[in-house]
């Protein structure tokens, strides 16, 4: 019985994926959204002086045979000059075990105003250019199977295409982020132009990936050494991410005592809990590496092993001199 039960399983996700108008799949959404700033919200490129380069690794549920693996890298700048941000951003997300795959290749910018009392707003825009694969050679389909043989390789699915499946698409998100020494406030808005990236090779377009708006704010409060490179503060965090009919609300705390990280989030989907996030962190001198545990807590709890993030960090601004006074609560995303 257990052998048959993955072919069925493989067999739902493509009943799932072909027969729908469209994929309506979630964005990839880091549980250490702090150290993956530009998934979050475009208005935060150029949160930094000098360039900032992340790498993000997500393995979810690695019990339930790598279901979701998830890679991320990113550089990031500001340029005082110009009052402008740069920034790119690379993703990479592995499903089923490889049997989808998405990439993308995104450039970001900003623009910063700045008002009365240390106040600014950033304005932010991206354009992605973004690929969804299918491993055909891997399915397995409903005339492959057999009630009392389970799954037979000798039959040729009247569904088998040669090689692999692929869609490719253009993207465009923007967002705004206001903040001053105290708190931030944003709003990211991603898939404005609705990309398509089905994969029926017949009948009408899908509809495409559905808007998704992410709803950030926090508020820190410094504790000592705050003119140090390592300076000691707490954020309490609050986003909230909405796509489809799908909800997100993740809160918390984050915190920093000298080259010293941590916090505590809890993700809840509105009409189920998620998880309960723990992460540590330390900084060594550019380098800054940060590990985090998602305890599920939903009805896959029993048997899904969590998942473990870890995320770099190389930021040249902590060794250079800084270029000018930066008063403002992002101290989180550096």
Not at 93 to 101: F, K, N, S, V, Y
Not at 203 to 227: E, M
Not at 288 to 296: H, P, Q, V
């Amino acid at each position: 019985m257990s052998y048959m039960c993955q072919p069925y399983r493989i067999s739902l996700f493509l009943l799932i994926l072909f027969s729908s108008i469209g994929l309506k799949a979630q964005d990839l959404v880091f549980s250490q959204f702090y150290n993956a700033p530009l998934l979050l919200n475009p208005a935060f490129t150029g949160v930094t002086q000098y360039p900032t380069f992340t790498l993000n690794y997500r393995n979810q549920w690695p019990s339930l045979n790598d279901a979701y693996i998830s890679y991320a890298g990113s550089y990031n700048q500001y340029f005082a000059k110009t009052r402008s941000g740069l920034g790119l951003q690379i993703t990479s997300d592995r499903e089923a075990d490889g049997i989808l795959t998405n990439n993308s290749v995104g450039v970001y910018y900003s623009y910063t105003l700045e008002f009365a009392d240390d106040n600014y707003l950033k304005i932010g825009l991206s354009g992605t250019m973004g690929q969804s694969r299918v491993d055909w050679s891997r399915l397995i389909f409903g005339d492959q199977l057999d009630q009392t043989a389970g799954y037979d390789p000798t039959v040729n699915s009247a569904e088998i295409q040669p090689g692999n499946l692929a869609s490719q698409y253009f993207d465009i998100s923007s967002g705004f982020l206001f903040y001053n020494k105290r708190f931030y406030v944003g709003v990211g808005l991603f898939h404005l132009n609705n990309p398509s990236v089905g994969f029926r090779l017949n009948g009408p377009n899908d509809i495409g990936i559905p808007l998704r708006i992410s709803a950030h704010a926090g508020y820190q409060v410094d504790l000592w050494d705050t003119k140090s490179k390592y300076p000691s503060f707490i954020q309490p965090t609050v986003l909230v991410t909405r796509q489809a009919q799908f909800t997100q609300v993740n809160f918390g705390l984050g915190a920093q005592f000298g080259r010293a990280l941590g916090g505590v989030f809890y993700r809840h989907t509105i009409n189920n809990p998620d998880a309960a996030i723990f992460y540590l962190g330390y900084k060594l001198d550019i380098v800054e590496l940060t590990y985090s545990y998602d305890i599920t807590v939903s009805q896959l709890a029993p048997g899904s092993g969590g998942s473990h993030e870890i995320g770099v960090v190389f930021d040249l601004e902590v060794v250079l001199p800084p270029k000018s006074k930066l008063n403002d609560c992002l101290k989180l995303f550096r």
